[in-house]
Every structure is written in structure tokens, then in C-alpha cells.
Antibody
């Protein structure tokens, strides 16, 4: 199970930290990702992180503004977002990513999502 | 960057077969995953690794991938299959996950 928290209303240029609590699987064995979906739009992958945190990748539009991290002991995934823009408004999903690092499994577990609204 | 192209919409009568395509440069060399998303819900993985079905997904859902096109096929379509469908690949050249734009399946 994956449960996100931390969403809300934030002003342009502001910051927000999303968290995702994982349970029911060996969290430390999987890559983890964040995926977002703007209202009425399609899915957009945001970032992912390797099991030990040694590799992190980001979609170009959030590089330098967002930072993904994880705490395997607490089974917690985080997304620190700064310099927020209106176009960052979306439902943010925490998802379980690859086990083996070959990315052939797809995203088999998704959280219910948390809504981020960037507006003045 | 790698681009996946899906038709915006597909319509099919109940009991018929729906085919949703996902186009990409040499997509046949990549592993394609497919998701179903109903309004107000998180997406659900319906096909992974081109052709594999997660447990709990009906056999009516199948996938194929060759050349520049991957296809999600839904046989004996039911009203409950009406949803948005997304394809996805890992682009190893950029270390990015890429989603297609999504296809709205309408059951007539």
C-alpha cells in the first residue's frame, strides 16, 4: 500500500514537501517514482530514485526545483518541491517502480494521489 | 526526447474488439506497459513487458509490440472497460520514463 500526504494550496514560487508511506512490501528492494496528472490531462512521470538512493532521475521541467529522496528504515518516499509554478498543479502519485533496474515491470502499485494547487 | 503517440479516442461496440496503438521510434526494442484509468481513480497496470498480464487482469486484455507500434487489444469489450488508456516505456537514452498522451476508450 502507498499513501501520499502533504498536498495543498501554495503560492507561485513557494515550496511543498510530499511524502509517501509504503507498507506491505519490501520498500528497500524497489525503485520508486512520482507521477503527476494535471486536471483533465495525461500522466507525466516526474522523478524516480534507486533502491539505495544512489541514482535519481527527473523530468526536465522539474530539474533543479524538485528533489526526490527516500528513507528505507521508515519506508518513506519524499518529493521536495520548490519554485512552484502554476503548471506544477496536479495530482501527484507515489508509485512502485522497478525491482531489477531493467524497468520491465511497469508501475504495479499506485497511491491514491495528493492534490497540489499552485495559485495566488 | 522519446515520444509515444496514441490516438486521442477509440470507440467500440460492446462485445467487439478494441485496439489501441502506441507509436514510437523502434518501440519494438523497448518494454511497453499499459495502464487503465477510470475517472477519479489512480491508474491500474493492465499489461507489462509488452504482453504480460498482472494477476487479476482479465485474459481479454492482451498486448503486442513490434517495429514502431505497440498495441493493446481488448477482446469482448464490456461497458466497464470504458476508460483512459496510457502506454509507457523506459527511455534508456535519457533515463526517463515516458507516457503516451492517452486514449479515451468509449463503449458505444
Amino acid at each position: 500500500q502507498l499513501v501520499e500526504s502533504g498536498g495543498g494550496l501554495v503560492q507561485p514560487g513557494g515550496s511543498l514537501r510530499l511524502s509517501c508511506a509504503a507498507s506491505g512490501f519490501t520498500f528497500s528492494s524497489y525503485w520508486m517514482s512520482w507521477v503527476r496528472q494535471a486536471p483533465g490531462k495525461g500522466l507525466e512521470w516526474v522523478a524516480n530514485i534507486k533502491q539505495d538512493g544512489s541514482e535519481k532521475y527527473y523530468v526536465d521541467s522539474v530539474k533543479g526545483r524538485f528533489s526526490i529522496s527516500r528513507d528505507n528504515a521508515k519506508k518513506l518516499l519524499s518529493l521536495q518541491m520548490s519554485g512552484l509554478r502554476a503548471e506544477d498543479s496536479a495530482v501527484y502519485y507515489c508509485v512502485r517502480d522497478s525491482y531489477g533496474g531493467d524497468f520491465v515491470e511497469g508501475f504495479d502499485y499506485w497511491g491514491p494521489g495528493t492534490l497540489v494547487t499552485v495559485s495566488s | 526526447s522519446y515520444v509515444l503517440t496514441q490516438p486521442p479516442s477509440v470507440s467500440v461496440a460492446p462485445g467487439k474488439t478494441a485496439r489501441i496503438t502506441c507509436g514510437g521510434n523502434s518501440i519494438g526494442s523497448k518494454s511497453v506497459h499499459w495502464y487503465q484509468q477510470k475517472p477519479g481513480q489512480a491508474p491500474v497496470l493492465v499489461i507489462f513487458y509488452d504482453t504480460d498480464r498482472p494477476s487479476g487482469i482479465p485474459e481479454r486484455f492482451s498486448g503486442s509490440n513490434s517495429g514502431n507500434t505497440a498495441t493493446l487489444t481488448i477482446s469482448r469489450v464490456e461497458a466497464g472497460d470504458e476508460a483512459d488508456y496510457y502506454c509507457q516505456v523506459w527511455d534508456s537514452s535519457s533515463d526517463h520514463w515516458v507516457f503516451g498522451g492517452g486514449t479515451k476508450l468509449t463503449v458505444l
